[in-house]
Nanobody
């Protein structure tokens, strides 16, 4: 199981950015996949998780309406469309397998992350 995130960079506050995640060793039908982020000195935050069964999405409250996770089965990839980006969205973003644990989403099998930097 390997996941590789890409697409990060410098973006102005209020701007948009799309992150990509290429999967290998498994397909989107086998595992749910999503995104989490971690900023320096802060705890990891689950951002989204897209269901393997029906493609439904979970989003953390502060990105609802701004971020959209999608998947492309033909490319075995998922994407995170980030709109109306805020300074608090700055972090390293990782794609990972995900599932709903006890009261919250769990993430594992992540690879190298991609950094999102927000300028004011």
């Amino acid at each position: 199981v390997q996941l590789q995130a890409s697409g990060g960079g410098l973006v102005q506050s209020g701007g948009s950015l799309t992150l990509s995640c290429a999967l290998s060793g498994f397909t989107l039908e086998a595992l749910s996949v999503g995104w989490f982020r971690q900023a320096p000195g802060k705890e990891r935050e689950g951002v989204s998780c897209i269901s393997k069964s029906d493609g439904s999405n979970y989003y953390r409250d502060d990105v609802k309406g701004r971020f959209t996770t999608s998947r492309d089965k033909s490319k075995n990839s998922i994407y995170l469309q980030m709109n109306r980006i805020k300074s608090e969205d700055a972090a390293t973003y990782y794609c990972a397998t995900c599932w709903y644990g006890i009261g919250h989403y769990e993430f594992e099998d992540w690879g190298r992350g991609t950094q999102v930097t927000v300028s004011s």
